[in-house]
């Protein structure tokens, strides 16, 4: 069965600092990933996907995620946080449909 | 090339009344999956329709339906309004090209707005 756990819902860090949002996932077959941000009132925009071609993916806007097997995770980072990237963020995970985390919601102190 | 569109952006209905949601895909997709989101249970998948039929569903009660059109567009459908289905309801469009299992990118709309009172 495919699932993914988002292990924060809230992280807070301080304009300019690095950004670290947590998933986890569960999947009976090597699975495709992705992360997806959304901001308030808006639909969700695609950050990145993994997709086995390379563990380290980068995506728009500063953000990657580096695919771990051994540890079945899958965060997502940035190196300098921006007041822009504040928003809901969620991971999901492919089956037979997408499978979404609950969503971390980050807030950019300034 | 436009993307995935979504009409209206907002309603309010009351209780009892039907809703017909309407969403365009993005040019060449074929699949266009629904979904419902609230802040209680989160994003959850409704059904996913590839070339005019019904591929995959979740588990909503029989009040929710959908159906797609031979141009990809889609619509959805609630039956007898209840509160709880006030909700974000999002629609998003991949190539589909996965089969039943899910394999490509999924690209959402801005969403639908429903407030049932």
């Known amino acids: 069965a495919q699932s993914v756990t988002q292990l924060d819902s809230h992280v807070s860090v301080s304009e300019g600092t690095p950004v670290l949002l947590r998933c986890n996932y569960s999947?009976?077959?090597?699975?495709?990933l992705f992360w997806y941000v959304q901001h308030p009132n808006k639909g969700l925009q695609l950050l990145l996907k993994?997709?086995?071609?390379?563990?380290l993916v980068k995506g728009i806007n500063g953000f990657e995620a580096e695919f771990k097997k051994s540890e079945t995770s899958f965060h997502l980072t940035k190196p300098s946080a921006h007041m822009s990237d504040a928003a809901e963020y969620f991971c999901?995970?492919?089956?037979?449909?997408?499978?979404f985390g609950t969503g971390t919601s980050l807030t950019v102190i300034p | 090339k436009a993307g995935v569109t979504q009409t209206p952006r907002y309603l309010i209905k009351t209780r009892g009344q039907q809703v017909t949601l309407s969403c365009s895909p993005i040019?060449?997709?074929?699949?266009v999956s629904w979904y419902q989101q609230t802040p209680g249970q989160g994003l959850q998948f409704l059904f996913e329709?590839?070339?005019?039929?019904?591929?995959n569903k979740g588990n909503f009660p029989g009040r929710f339906s959908g159906r797609q059109f031979s141009n990809s567009r889609s619509e959805m459908n609630v039956s007898t309004l209840e509160l709880g289905d006030s909700a974000l309801y999002l629609c998003?469009?991949?190539?589909?090209?996965?089969?039943?299992?899910?394999?490509?990118?999924?690209?959402f709309g801005p969403g639908t707005r429903l407030t049932v009172l």
């Open positions: 998003a469009s991949s190539l589909g090209s996965g089969g039943e299992r899910f394999t490509d990118t999924q690209y």
């Open positions: 999947s009976s077959y090597s699975p495709s």
């Open positions: 993994y997709t086995s071609a390379a563990t």
């Open positions: 999901a995970i492919t089956g037979n449909q997408f499978y």
């Open positions: 040019s060449g997709h074929r699949s």
């Open positions: 329709y590839f070339s005019e039929t019904q591929r």
